[in-house]
């Protein structure tokens, strides 16, 4: 896991485009113990911060405003940077979270979020994440 | 091109424009008149010329065999030829007739099918008459047909050219019509995506409410308001869901209630989730589907029930098994059940005159729905239940 050099605090970015659910996850991320280095609304801005930034979780959007989605800004990120990339997705998504599943991902966490789904699916995500950069440097 | 014109003008119906002068189809027996007319010519001829039979097949000529010099290679191809014209013309008209008879109503012009059918049998029969004549030399009747045959071809040739604009006004409706009917597919379209659209930015904003409560709910550290927030929250999402449950299906009007529930009853044990023993979701749901009218108090109703179990039932960590039920009776009676294993609700509990938020929301809404709704003891736990008539047809 990539560590700050300002503070232990892993970083997280988020990419959701209706502001208030942004500030809820920014705020529950701070209570999980994550600085959130930045909420964006469109995959362009998501991209650029993610591969410039290298954050330690990136929580994406499925659904987005402008021409790219969620799931196509993931696989950007994907080619460019290894970042642990959890998905925010609704029930009813189901067309959109088959394709989202056919890239390279590290969670899906089902809106409304409640605060254990959260926790869990974020640590399995920055686990899986590190055992894949640790086979990476061996 | 004046198609704005022609769409007002009227719509595509072949008997309005069919043509009068080899009559319009609405009548079936005209065909009949026709040959029965045709017979009584014929007859009447035969009756005012009583020779005419004998002058018509007088065969005092030579046969047309001495002047092919009976040459037996150019005689059968004449005949072979001749044989097989009249036979195609034959197939031909027989195909015509088939058509007209099985389509009249439908074709348009069909009488100019029949005029073709009857040229062309024309035709075949001067072919006919060739083969017979190398033999027999029936001259006269040969040229019979083929006055006949000129009669049949004159008239098809000069009725025709009366018909085109005709036809170019078909066309052209034919094409008008062609792009309502992708307008109208596209506009039915259009509408869908609207209407998906709606739902969308519905269920948006019901969960950007549902961020507004959380938010709300973290400046305060009183454990009870902040169950009044969570409360909220979830009423909230349960209609949320509803719009999430109709922008995701193929039909806009209806929701699978029976997926709705699952959805719902997943995310309320989800949010309630705590530490020590975990309580159990156990559902038993036949596919009933609802109109958004329907579903959203059904679902309000729901969400207080599967709350209240959790809430109440298994009190200090207490775990257990909560079993939810749909089902839909002939289509139209529906019991929707929420069975806990908890503790059960006290002896006492009057629902008309509860002062829990929760158990009023549920009477009310029953109201509303014209349901009925009970609650009972078990052994153990609690068994709610609320039974309510869906109309198939509404939406």
């Not at chain 1, 700050?4 to 502001?19: C, F, G, H």
């Not at chain 2, 029930?305 to 089902?327: C, D, M, T, V, Y």
């Not at chain 2, 908890?342 to 729905?369: A, F, H, Y």
Request: aromatic content about 6%; some cysteine.
């Amino acid at each position: 896991m990539q560590v700050d050099a300002m503070s232990a605090e892993p970083r997280a970015l988020i990419v959701e485009d209706e502001t208030l659910i942004a500030e809820e996850l920014r705020e529950r991320l701070s209570r999980l113990g994550f600085s959130v280095i930045a909420a964006v609304d469109s995959a362009e801005e998501g991209v650029a911060i993610a591969t410039s930034e290298r954050p330690d979780l990136v929580l994406m959007d499925i659904r987005l405003k402008g021409e790219k989605d969620g799931v196509q800004a993931a696989a950007e990120i994907r080619q460019k940077v290894d970042v642990p990339i959890v998905y925010l997705t609704a029930h009813s998504d189901r067309l959109t979270v088959e394709r989202a599943k056919q890239t390279e991902h590290d969670g899906f966490i089902l809106k409304p979020f409640h605060r254990r789904e959260l926790q869990s699916t974020i640590e399995v995500a920055m686990q899986r994440h590190a055992i894949r950069a640790k086979t990476k440097t061996q | 091109m004046g198609s704005v014109r022609l769409l007002e003008w009227r719509p595509m119906t072949t008997p309005a424009i069919s043509p009068d002068f080899f009559g319009p189809s609405r009548s079936a027996k005209r065909p009949l008149y026709f040959v029965a007319a045709v017979a009584l010519v014929v007859v009447s001829a035969f009756l005012v010329w009583p020779s005419l039979g004998k002058d018509l097949l007088a065969t005092n000529f030579l046969p047309h065999l001495y002047c092919y010099l009976r040459s037996p290679g150019l005689i059968w191809t004449h005949v072979v030829a001749d044989m097989l014209i009249g036979i195609a013309y034959l197939a031909i008209s027989v195909t015509l007739g088939y058509l007209v008879y099985k389509a009249r109503r439908d074709i348009p012009f069909h009488w100019m099918f029949l005029a073709f059918g009857l040229f062309i049998i024309a035709c075949g029969g001067t072919h006919f008459m060739e083969v017979i004549t190398i033999w027999i030399p029936v001259y006269v009747l040969s040229a019979a047909v083929k006055v006949f045959t000129v009669v049949a071809s004159l008239t098809t040739a000069a009725v025709l050219p009366f018909t085109v604009p005709r036809i170019l006004t078909l066309v052209q409706q034919a094409k008008v019509s062609e792009k309502v009917t992708a307008e109208l597919r596209a506009s039915e379209e259009r509408k869908a995506a609207l209407l998906r659209e709606v739902h969308h930015r519905v269920k948006n904003n019901l969960a950007v409410i549902c961020s507004l409560f959380y938010l709300q709910s973290t400046h305060t550290e009183d454990e009870k308001t902040i169950q009044i927030f969570r409360d909220m929250e979830k009423r909230v999402h349960s209609m949320a869901l509803v719009h999430e449950s109709l922008y995701g299906s193929d039909n806009l009007a209806r929701i699978d209630f029976a997926q709705y529930a699952q959805s719902l009853a997943e995310d309320i044990l989800a949010s309630h989730r705590k530490p020590g023993a975990p309580v159990q979701l156990k559902m038993d749901l036949e596919p009933v589907t609802m109109g958004v009218d329907l579903a959203l108090p059904c679902g309000l109703i729901l969400n207080e029930l599967i709350s209240n179990a959790l809430k109440h039932g298994f009190p200090n960590g207490a775990g257990g098994e909560i079993q939810l039920s749909l089902r839909g009776v002939a289509d139209r009676e529906c019991t929707l059940s929420v069975v806990d294993s908890g503790v059960g609700v006290p002896p006492d509990l009057d629902v008309s005159g509860t002062k829990s938020l929760g158990l009023r929301l549920v009477r009310l809404l029953t109201q509303q729905i014209r349901g009925t709704f009970t609650v009972a003891k078990s052994d153990p736990g609690t068994v709610a239940s609320l039974q309510f008539m869906v109309d198939q047809n509404a939406s």
